[in-house]
């Protein structure tokens, strides 16, 4: 579990590519104080195990699915991303609770300064909209985020500057893809509200059995 407060910016170092995972291996620092082989870090908003380390950098293994659903598949050498180690039990709770699992990625369409604000105009799927309320947490790569506005296939994010300049939001640009994660909570209730159709018994009562019987 994270909380989507960065805690470094990391730098790509090797991508190895296999026919359909990777290993990712990259520079950090503070992010490695105290981290072990087989302890978590989120990589821009992703939760990779690390399985290699040295005295600055860590592998980790990419699989197929988390290719497929994250932004990860485009990361070369060079890239920055956003860093954090998996919460303590008694550290600050800054953000909101990041899973670290994507649910998919959000193509930025405008980036505009108001004031001392930076507000980024994320388009994304519905399936990812339906989770996402005005004033709500959402993680963009890892990033937590209040959500400023929300429309039917697009929502807004207004952040401090500090916040650019502390995480890679500074880079983006329009027409990047980011990884988007959406508040948890949101998707257990709707679970536990909505079972699954093959756990509902199936009745055999129809418009046309009504009919049939002179309903």
């Known amino acids: 579990m994270f909380t989507g407060i960065v805690e470094e910016t990391g730098m790509v170092e090797r991508v190895q590519k296999g026919r359909s995972s990777a290993v990712l291996t990259v520079q950090a620092r503070k992010v490695l104080e105290g981290t072990a082989v087989g302890d978590s870090i989120c990589v821009n908003g992703v939760c990779l195990t690390v399985t290699a380390l040295a005295n600055d950098r860590f592998s980790a293994d990419v699989m197929h ?3 497929n659903r994250s932004s990860l598949a485009r990361l070369c050498s060079g890239s920055r991303v956003n860093l954090e180690r998996a919460m303590r039990a ?8 990041v899973s670290g699992h994507v649910d998919g990625v959000g193509r930025i369409t405008e980036i505009r300064r108001d004031d001392t604000a930076i507000w980024y105009t994320v388009q ?6 339906r989770y996402i309320v005005e004033k709500g947490s959402v993680a963009v790569d890892g990033i937590s985020l209040t959500v400023a506005g929300v429309n039917t296939d697009r ?16 880079e983006r640009r329009s027409g990047d893809l980011v990884n988007i994660e959406n508040d948890v909570i949101g998707k257990y209730v709707e679970r536990l509200l909505a079972p699954l159709a093959y756990d509902q018994p199936k009745s055999t009562v129809t418009k046309e059995f009504l009919a049939r019987c002179g309903y």
């Open 65 to 67: 699915e988390t290719l």
């Open 90 to 97: 008694d550290g600050r709770f800054g953000g909101h609770m």
């Open 124 to 129: 994304s799927e519905p399936h990812l909209l």
């Open 155 to 170: 929502f807004q994010v207004s952040v401090i500057p500090h916040t650019v300049q502390m995480t890679t939001l500074g």
